[in-house]
């Protein structure tokens, strides 16, 4: 693999990284670049919807995608840069479910008319989405959800519900897996659905969290009547159509690109604190941490490149156990990275950012709170390294795999 960016690729990442400077003067004060804070409050889901029509008119929102869907028909590593910029500004604009993961779904499996309905305007800025996964007894094994839809000539009834579903209060559509079949289990007899939010029997209720921040919901379906042309993929396969999503969310460019932002401004900071009469960043055990920060960060932002690089070439099978070690490995360096920061701020780190003793504009009380939750987020860490174990390295799903007796010939 080439690392080197060719000179019309820096002087494109130049262009992405003087328009977020720019724009991102005018985010709200103490702003993070957190979900909760695009989706909690009117302030913020107004920036993210002012800064996804201004990227849009760029053309910057689906670069990747062909013209005829709204992109420019760029390569893949091009939407890399694009998105490592939007991470280390900590903007937003950019909808991880609409851009992220359906739309390049509905260019898998989605049939001309999906298409020309979706795509468009999700590179628009115009169609927000969310993801209607997880249940309450159905979290990172989605295979066992129960919540059913019910073919009836040409709708599904849908009844059931979603929960930990992010966005969901302020969503235009959703795209979730419902069981089709109730007679099979597992990952059999489902399909994947795309649904308007607005359709009667939908409730979407809060779930708030200890800062009374509102990002989570969770979904009630009554009676739903989804038209069957909303289905993508066949019925009862939609497994296969939600690993792709997984595929499609997991390079995690963004997510390194923002833990290399918060190292930055933690450097540029301790430098202006003295021991001794010395900046912080000479004594020899915050130097030591800082660069284990650095090493880490370079690390992941490797695995990310790579990730698009095999994407890039079209070997989507490889790209299955890199993106989840991409994910891993991104998720937990930027849990480390917030740990290791907070052990050299300490008390002040997590001061809140209306108190005047806060620093770096409060932003670490935020990290904080979510950061552990990330790990989670769009499959553990421990689905992660499951995948990796069965795609990459061929070992067994399970103990009944590993005391097979042989079959006799």
């Not at 909808?95 to 260019?107: E, Y």
């Not at 933690?266 to 650095?294: G, Y």
């Not at 950012?353 to 670490?364: A, D, I, N, P, Y």
């Amino acid at each position: 693999m080439d690392f080197a960016l060719t000179p019309e690729q820096r002087e494109m990442k130049q262009a992405f990284d003087a328009f977020f400077e720019q724009e991102m003067k005018d985010a709200p004060k103490g702003w993070t670049g957190t979900l909760e804070e695009v989706y909690s409050s009117e302030e913020g889901w107004a920036f993210h919807r002012h800064m996804a029509k201004k990227l849009a008119q760029k053309g910057w929102l689906a670069r990747a995608w062909p013209k005829e869907y709204g992109g420019e028909s760029a390569p893949i590593l091009e939407q890399l840069l694009f998105s490592e910029s939007a991470g280390y500004h900590l903007a937003p604009g950019i909808d991880i479910f609409g851009i992220g993961m359906i739309g390049p779904t509905l260019l898998v499996y989605g049939n001309e008319d999906q298409k020309r309905e979706h795509l468009s305007p999700i590179a628009r800025g115009e169609q927000m989405w969310c993801q209607l996964w997880s249940e309450p007894n159905a979290g990172s094994d989605l295979a066992a959800l129960k919540t059913t839809a019910r073919r009836d000539g040409n709708v599904y009834i849908l009844n059931g519900q979603k929960i930990w579903t992010s966005g969901a209060h302020r969503a235009d559509w959703g795209f979730g897996v419902f069981r089709t079949d109730p007679t099979q289990k597992g990952s059999k007899g489902i399909s994947f659905l795309l649904l308007d939010m607005k359709t009667p029997g939908i409730t979407v209720n809060p779930l708030l969290g200890m800062n009374r921040a509102h990002l989570f919901n969770e979904v009630f379906f009554d009676d739903v009547r989804v038209p069957v042309e909303n289905r993508l993929g066949e019925e009862n396969q939609g497994w296969t159509v939600t690993r792709t999503v997984m595929n499609f969310e997991r390079s995690n460019i963004g997510g390194i690109a923002t833990a290399k932002r918060i190292l930055d401004e933690l450097v540029a900071f301790l430098k202006t604190c003295k021991r001794n009469s010395r900046p912080l960043t000479e004594d020899p055990i915050v130097k030591d941490e800082l660069a284990k920060m650095a090493v880490e960060i370079e690390v992941g932002r490797a695995l990310s490149y790579k990730v698009a690089w095999i994407q890039e070439k079209g070997d989507i099978f490889q790209a299955v156990p890199l993106a989840s070690a991409a994910k891993a490995f991104g998720t937990e360096t930027m849990q480390r990275v917030i740990y290791r920061a907070l052990e050299i701020l300490g008390q002040a780190g997590v001061t809140k950012k209306e108190s005047s003793l806060s620093v770096m504009l409060g932003r670490f009380e935020t990290f904080f709170q979510v950061i552990l939750g990330m790990n989670i987020a769009g499959g553990s860490s421990e689905v992660q390294r499951n995948l990796i174990a069965w795609t990459a390295l061929g070992l067994p799903r399970s103990w009944d795999e590993v005391f097979k007796k042989p079959t006799k010939s």
